[in-house]
């Protein structure tokens, strides 16, 4: 009877640590990207990645109808610029927090139209700023760390959107 | 000697806390997954209001997917029940979606492009080869097919990590999807994915 409630303790204890576990998972990930992606490039700065291929796997997943670029950021040295000229195609803007939220995101599509052949120019602030304190447009990263991803359709001709990546940048402020 | 029992215990709890959450993770995409036939998405995919699992599963299986907003994910992993095989020959028929753009990509169960001679990893709305009426069909197979060619294989992390039923699975990428999408994930209109025959 006593190895019966081990048993029942043991399972019911694992059923709720699936769930903790489950908690931690995406914060691991995401430091495992952030460390294996701060090797291949400087914290802080924007990288254009080549055209997606079989190689391509510090992130799961990645579309080959995308060129991407992104910049693993660290505000505890103060906020970031960036900037970006949107191109005509699909382009698209998203803020992740280092639990993979999805935290904010800029794009050409539906209202946001208007962008195209515009620069966006954002202040990336930190979790502990105030955002009116800064002028034009200003994100708040719920997180000191976390990554930003451009995204900019690589379908057909890619001349443009490769061009409106490499002409983008991340630098602090 | 009690310490031990304790120590076992926690171990052990441990262990099996692990196997319950990989079986978890491992059977899609958690409570708020939607079916639309064979495909799967899940609407709170990046966003912050995603349960627990979900985001778990994100984080290993689509890290840095964007809100459904901005673009939904349908995956299809098996047709009637039936895992994605290798030595299986697949159709998906369809046509035009209601999305800005759209794409279709085979994933190895290692969730990365799978290698390939050809460099073909997905087709699109664009560089799909369309009949008159504007529909499409896409030849899902190991051995070259005529037509719109999608060609799979063996995945390219080492077999002895594989844990899903899977050998490969499908991705449909719907960007700034529209409102059917977005009201009626579960009856919106996809490609359908059938067998073509198993070798």
């Known amino acids: ?122 202040t990336l602030i930190g979790p502990d700023k105030n955002a009116a304190d800064y002028p034009g447009e200003v994100i708040q990263s719920p997180t000191q760390r976390g990554m930003l991803l451009l995204r900019a359709s690589a379908i057909g001709d890619d001349t443009a959107s490769r061009a409106a990546l490499e002409q983008s940048s991340c630098r602090p402020a | 000697m009690k310490i031990f029992r304790w120590l076992a215990a926690a171990l052990l709890t441990l262990v099996i806390a692990v196997i319950l959450m990989v079986r978890t993770i491992g059977s899609g995409l958690g409570e708020m997954s939607v ?81 390939n001679k050809q460099k073909r990893y997905s087709f699109n709305n664009e560089n799909i080869v369309r009949r008159e009426d504007g529909s499409w069909v896409i030849t899902i197979a190991s051995e070259q097919q005529a037509g719109n060619w999608l060609p799979v294989g063996p995945s390219g992390a080492p077999t002895w990590r594989k844990l899903p039923d899977y050998d490969f699975d499908l991705l449909l990428r719907l960007y700034t999807p529209g409102r059917s999408y977005l009201e009626q994930p579960q009856s919106a209109a996809l490609p359908t994915v059938t067998v073509e025959g198993c070798s």
């Open chain 1, 1 to 122: 009877m006593k190895w019966l409630k081990w048993c029942v303790g043991v399972f019911l204890c694992a059923w709720v640590g699936q769930y903790l576990l489950a908690m931690v998972v995406p914060n691991l990930v995401m430091e495992l990207v952030y460390h294996r992606g701060g090797k291949l490039m400087e914290y802080n700065t924007l990288a254009v990645r080549p055209r997606p291929d079989e190689s391509m796997r510090l992130v799961v997943r990645p579309s080959p109808d995308l060129l991407y670029a992104n910049c693993i950021y660290n505000l505890e040295q103060g906020p970031l610029i960036i900037q970006a000229p949107v191109p005509k195609r699909y382009w698209s803007m998203q803020f992740y927090q280092m639990n993979t939220n999805n935290f904010a995101g800029i794009t050409n599509q539906r209202d946001e139209r208007d962008r195209v052949g515009t620069v966006v120019n954002v």
């Open chain 2, 35 to 115: 079916a639309n036939g064979n495909w799967v998405t899940n609407v709170s995919t990046g966003s912050a209001d995603a349960g627990v699992m979900l985001k778990a599963t994100i984080a290993i299986g689509g890290l840095l997917a964007s809100t459904r907003e901005n673009s939904m994910y349908y995956r299809l992993n098996s047709v009637a029940g039936e895992s994605l095989r290798l030595n299986c020959r697949y159709r998906i028929a369809g046509d035009d979606y209601d999305a800005d753009w759209w794409s279709i990509t085979a994933y190895g169960w290692d969730n990365y492009l799978i290698p």
